[in-house]
């Protein structure tokens, strides 16, 4: 097997092990608040925001960061510095004894995470260009079919057990996959280390005059904040729905279900996003995903959301893979992780926001109505991707009547 395809695999389990073992615990966050006091539902759903943000917020920051030490010393290096660090972490957090003490591990979880972005700048710079959007779109599945098992462990776990034993299995698994990508995975194109003095605001001027650079980061940002803003309240909505029985089980199948159709639909969109117009397929995929989050709304019985968070994922399956693999074709030589490390930290700024405004949304409008924002959120970057990106990219002229307009 060639290298670049044994390093697809390694990583394919390795991430297939970190998304099961974190989505063990994830999904249940306003559950386990709710074990540390934090009884009244319009407190729940804020703490359980700005708990799912904290760590985005962190990551956010440190992104760029760990993304040109990546450039400078490899990618491989950035893989296990996340893989060690966040085992220790989430260990710490089954020691959390109030929302306070949770929202600190989850900081510093942000500060050390990494894992997957790492692994998606080692297999783009590493995977012949022709071949990119397919091992993106795999990787996306190995990271996605772990997030459909961890849920469905973790609610079993949950219920056996608690939440703070989940902590301590989570924080074993991950070591378990550095240790892994330590002794197999081998980086094929090594950065040289021989890198012009530059500064953050350097880098990023550099990497986003390469149109349409800065709005695929905007893309990705829309696409993460639709996502993560409806996570928070997907077991509140569950108990809504369930009468308050087996919740914590019945919301680790509603992740899990849409877990499936994204792992399907992912290596599929990828091999298409390689034949086809990338960006043609991604209009398609999020005008789908706008339509389909609509009828969230309205549902009466747990298996009416269970049929619609399966055909989301889908349409969303695809969605940030195909990101990647146009952010790559763009990325300037040399530069490739550090312009993933600013396109990580648009991602983790919607990871970061999403919750916050979902929770809020919830604590406003009702849980219902987060649904309908998640889709306008959709919509808004399908515009976004068909009248701005694609005319770009196309060559045609009313991108550059666009750019003329906005310099003017």
Known sequence: MEQWKRNLWILFICQFIVLGSMTMILPFLPLYLQELGVTDPNKVSLWSGLIFGANFFTAFIF??????????????????????????????????TGPFGLLIVRLLNGIVSGFIPASIGLVATNTPKERVGY??????????AGSIIGPLF?????????????????????????????????????????????NAIKDFKRI??????????????????????????????V????????????????????????????PQIGKLADKKSPHRILFITLTAAACISIPH???????????????????????????????????????ESR??????????LGNMLGPILGGWLAASIGLRGVFIFSAIFFMVNALLVNFYIAPILDGKRFARLFDFAKSS
């Not at 309205?298 to 952010?327: S, Y």
Request: net charge positive; aromatic share 12%.
């Open 154 to 198: 973790g609610g079993l776990m949950a219920e056996s057990f608690g939440f703070r034993f989940i902590f301590n299995i989570t924080g074993v698994c991950i070591l378990v996959a550095a240790i892994v990508v330590l002794i197999f995975v081998k980086e094929i194109e090594k950065p040289t280390g021989n890198q012009v003095k530059s």
């Open 239 to 266: 108990q809504e729905l369930s009468s308050g029985q087996n919740v914590a089980f019945l919301a680790g199948a509603a992740t899990s279900v849409m877990g499936i159709s994204n792992m399907i639909a992912s």
């Open 339 to 348: 312009t993933y490390g600013f396109s990580n930290s648009f991602i983790y």
């Open 297 to 335: 709304a309205f549902v009466n019985e747990l298996w009416q959301l269970f049929l619609f968070r399966f055909l989301l994922g889908l349409c969303v399956g695809g969605l940030l893979p195909t990101v990647n693999a146009l952010i790559k074709r763009l990325s300037p030589e040399g530069m």
């Open 63 to 96: 992104s760029p960061f760990w993304g040109r030490l990546a450039d400078k010393h490899g990618r491989k290096l950035m893989i296990l510095r996340s893989g060690f660090g966040m085992s220790i972490v989430i260990i710490l957090t089954g020691f959390a």
């Open 208 to 237: 986003t005059a390469q149109k349409p650079m800065l709005a695929l980061f905007f893309t990705a940002f829309l696409i993460q904040l639709a996502m993560l803003g409806v996570n928070p309240i997907i077991p509140l909505f």
């Open 135 to 144: 091992a993106l779109g795999t990787l996306q599945s190995g990271a996605v």
